[in-house]
């Protein structure tokens, strides 16, 4: 039976983080909790989002409904609208009548920073417009549900803690597309506007090709629901470890304890044995981590997303992608490709396994705390932490064998490839999804290139293309493999741009036009959609401002964390 009432999803409610973690012991107990503010101690922050006025539905995902065993019907129900418009006040039943939000700690390639917390003590960086409101069990699967925008919490910074609708279409429609192309994700349920609020932020002028924004516009606000299986993240298991570190307070390390018991509990206890002691339990968690966030990132690199802000408070410990801030996908293949102005080039598409390592050294550094005393413990703990570069190797070696249909890794056939996709100045995903077919020539690799092919180039790309064909063996099953890893879809934003500015505009049909082609990106489309979908980016979108790069302004943030 689908849940199709509102009240029959409020029965679901069962919230393993409020019932097993500690409260900031200074919050109030109502949630009406909406100043910047320090927050010394406890896991939360009990708060109420602040709703949208005269909210309108723009999109929701079927996919996620579905696996939720939720009815579509829904969404004519007046209280679940409510509720994830961010008015509390419809909870019911077994609900809280508040969500909460969380602190983390901020480190950037293995750096920590309290600068840009106001207060300069870390203890005011956390969920600045991200408000979790529920947490249940669906089909058997527990969720946390997350309002993005759901307006300012005691870690805001002054900021209002909205989101536009420019960034929520881009985070809903991309989490769409990377959960298509299976790429571990947070997901988005619901995404709705109000055209009776909107918040003013730096943007770029039509037809701008300024590296920074140059007009300031008046956005539309909206909400996105995220969903995942949790929102803790290695920030906050840093945010501990430092305060256990420095005896932050009488119960730091017990803090600390509690966070990293939560986490195995609600990403990892299928995996790690509940009645082994937690010096054990801790290093198998060390272990399963370090193997998923390095075959998260070898994900990334496959399908070409750049995180673009790959900070420690951006990396989910359930080794999932999290945040959809600045992200983009490579189209014109560039290993320094960067979408953020703000990122620079520690964070570009092929420095992700540096940045992952980075985040990875911090999450053992939070751990440490807890092996106190055992010497064994913290010798295995860091050598699992010396490994993540050899492991991210042959994570990184495995997917780029599947890209090319190959049985093993051939590191100079690789290499070589690379740099000829440079030099050809290729687009990524086209290249890729042509080679994917098993051509004799480079003729038919030519569409994916942004330039025309000198006949130097062409030679040296005929000589490799002989090469690789000769280590393939069944041409047929070759490409028959390749065309599972190497979508024929890719994330363009000169393509997305269009959908939010017409949904600004009351218009969510090419919204609705972007989920279905990014619903199987792996499938060839229809002529009709790869006419527009399936093509090389325009030169005119090459240098434009909000489509080829964009500022930290952009995720709409301004001043506000998470």
Not at 73 to 81: G, M, V
Not at 254 to 277: D, G, M
Not at 423 to 430: F, G, Q, S, V
């Given at each position: 039976?689908?849940?199709?009432?509102?009240?029959?999803?409020?029965?679901?409610?069962?919230?393993?983080?409020?019932?097993?973690?500690?409260?900031?012991?200074?919050?109030?107990?109502?949630?009406?909790?909406?100043?910047?503010?320090q927050?010394?101690?406890?896991?939360?922050?009990?708060?109420?989002?602040?709703?949208?006025?005269?909210?309108?539905?723009?999109?929701?995902?079927?996919?996620?409904?579905?696996?939720?065993?939720?009815?579509?019907?829904?969404?004519?129900?007046?209280?679940?609208?409510?509720?994830?418009?961010?008015?509390?006040?419809?909870?019911?039943?077994?609900?809280?009548?508040?969500?909460?939000?969380?602190g983390?700690?901020?480190?950037?390639y293995?750096?920590?920073?309290?600068?840009?917390?106001p207060?300069?003590t870390?203890?005011?960086?956390?969920?600045?417009?991200?408000i979790?409101?529920f947490?249940?069990?669906?089909?058997?699967?527990?969720?946390?549900?997350?309002l993005k925008?759901?307006?300012?919490?005691?870690?805001?910074?002054?900021?209002?803690?909205?989101?536009?609708?420019?960034?929520?279409?881009?985070?809903?429609?991309?989490?769409?597309?990377?959960?298509?192309?299976?790429?571990?994700?947070?997901?988005?349920?619901?995404?709705?506007?109000?055209?009776?609020?909107?918040?003013?932020?730096?943007?770029?002028?039509?037809?701008?090709?300024?590296?920074?924004?140059?007009?300031?516009?008046?956005?539309?606000?909206?909400?996105?629901?995220?969903?995942?299986p949790?929102?803790?993240?290695?920030?906050?298991?840093?945010?501990?470890?430092?305060?256990?570190?420095?005896?932050a307070?009488?119960?730091?390390?017990?803090?600390?304890q509690?966070?990293?018991?939560?986490?195995?509990?609600?990403?990892?206890?299928?995996?790690?044995?509940?009645?082994?002691?937690?010096?054990?339990q801790?290093?198998e968690?060390?272990?399963?981590?370090?193997?998923?966030?390095?075959?998260?990132?070898?994900?990334?690199?496959r399908?070409?997303?750049?995180?673009?802000?790959?900070?420690?408070?951006?990396?989910?410990?359930?080794?999932?992608?999290?945040?959809?801030?600045?992200?983009?996908?490579?189209?014109?293949?560039?290993?320094?490709?960067?979408?953020?102005?703000?990122?620079?080039?520690?964070?570009?598409?092929?420095?992700?396994?540096a940045?992952?390592?980075a985040?990875?050294?911090?999450?053992?550094?939070?751990?440490?705390?807890?092996?106190e005393?055992?010497?064994?413990?913290?010798?295995?703990?860091?050598?699992?932490?010396?490994?993540?570069?050899?492991?991210?190797?042959?994570?990184?070696?495995?997917?780029w064998?599947?890209?090319?249909?190959?049985?093993?890794?051939d590191?100079?056939?690789?290499?070589?490839?690379?740099?000829?996709?440079?030099?050809?100045?290729?687009?990524?995903?086209?290249?890729?999804?042509?080679?994917?077919?098993?051509?004799?020539?480079?003729?038919?690799?030519?569409?994916?290139?942004?330039?025309?092919?000198?006949?130097?180039?062409?030679?040296?790309?005929?000589?490799?293309?002989?090469?690789?064909?000769?280590?393939?063996?069944?041409?047929?099953?070759?490409?028959?493999?390749?065309?599972?890893?190497?979508?024929?879809?890719?994330?363009?934003?000169?393509?997305?741009?269009?959908?939010?500015?017409?949904a600004?505009?009351?218009?969510?049909?090419?919204?609705?036009?972007?989920?279905?082609?990014?619903?199987?990106?792996?499938?060839?489309?229809?002529?009709?959609?790869?006419?527009?979908?399936?093509?090389?980016?325009?030169?005119?979108?090459?240098?434009?401002?909000?489509?080829?790069?964009?500022?930290?302004?952009?995720?709409?943030?301004?001043?506000t964390?998470?």
């Amino acid at each position: 039976m689908l849940t199709s009432s509102f009240a029959e999803f409020a029965g679901q409610a069962d919230y393993s983080l409020l019932n097993t973690l500690q409260p900031d012991p200074q919050a109030t107990a109502d949630g009406r909790d909406h100043r910047p503010r320090q927050v010394r101690s406890g896991h939360y922050v009990p708060v109420t989002a602040t709703p949208l006025p005269d909210p309108t539905y723009v999109a929701h995902s079927t996919a996620l409904f579905a696996e939720l065993g939720l009815s579509e019907q829904l969404l004519d129900d007046p209280a679940f609208i409510r509720f994830f418009s961010g008015d509390s006040s419809a909870a019911t039943g077994p609900m809280r009548p508040y969500g909460w939000a969380t602190g983390y700690a901020l480190s950037i390639y293995g750096t920590e920073y309290i600068q840009q917390c106001p207060f300069g003590t870390g203890n005011g960086y956390g969920d600045g417009r991200a408000i979790s409101v529920f947490e249940g069990l669906f089909n058997g699967q527990r969720w946390e549900l997350q309002l993005k925008g759901g307006g300012p919490t005691p870690y805001c910074r002054g900021a209002d803690g909205r989101a536009v609708l420019r960034s929520s279409v881009r985070e809903f429609l991309a989490q769409e597309l990377m959960h298509a192309l299976g790429v571990p994700t947070s997901r988005s349920l619901t995404l709705l506007v109000s055209h009776a609020e909107t918040v003013r932020r730096p943007w770029y002028a039509p037809h701008s090709s300024s590296y920074d924004p140059d007009v300031m516009v008046d956005n539309p606000a909206a909400i996105t629901t995220r969903v995942a299986p949790s929102f803790l993240r290695v920030g906050q298991l840093e945010l501990f470890g430092r305060r256990a570190r420095s005896n932050a307070h009488p119960a730091a390390l017990r803090e600390l304890q509690q966070i990293t018991e939560h986490l195995i509990a609600r990403n990892y206890r299928a995996e790690i044995n509940a009645s082994l002691p937690l010096q054990e339990q801790v290093l198998e968690l060390a272990r399963l981590f370090r193997g998923r966030l390095t075959a998260l990132v070898a994900q990334w690199m496959r399908v070409g997303y750049c995180q673009g802000n790959f900070n420690s408070d951006n990396c989910a410990a359930g080794g999932y992608t999290l945040d959809y801030g600045p992200f983009g996908f490579c189209e014109l293949f560039e290993p320094r490709f960067q979408p953020w102005t703000g990122g620079g080039e520690h964070f570009c598409f092929f420095n992700q396994p540096a940045a992952a390592e980075a985040n990875y050294g911090m999450f053992c550094t939070a751990m440490r705390p807890l092996l106190e005393g055992n010497a064994t413990a913290l010798e295995q703990l860091d050598a699992l932490r010396d490994g993540f570069a050899n492991a991210m190797a042959q994570q990184l070696e495995v997917m780029w064998a599947s890209k090319l249909g190959l049985s093993h890794y051939d590191a100079e056939l690789v290499q070589q490839l690379l740099q000829l996709l440079v030099n050809a100045r290729a687009d990524y995903t086209l290249f890729f999804r042509r080679l994917s077919a098993i051509p004799d020539t480079v003729e038919a690799l030519k569409p994916s290139f942004y330039v025309p092919c000198s006949s130097d180039l062409e030679t040296q790309l005929q000589a490799w293309l002989e090469r690789w064909r000769q280590q393939l063996g069944d041409a047929a099953a070759a490409s028959a493999a390749m065309r599972r890893v190497n979508p024929a879809i890719t994330w363009r934003e000169w393509l997305v741009a269009p959908a939010y500015e017409q949904a600004a505009a009351g218009d969510t049909r090419l919204i609705q036009e972007l989920q279905a082609v990014f619903r199987d990106p792996y499938a060839e489309p229809p002529a009709a959609l790869a006419a527009t979908y399936d093509r090389l980016r325009p030169r005119e979108f090459f240098n434009a401002g909000g489509v080829s790069h964009y500022s930290c302004s952009s995720r709409s943030e301004e001043h506000t964390s998470e």
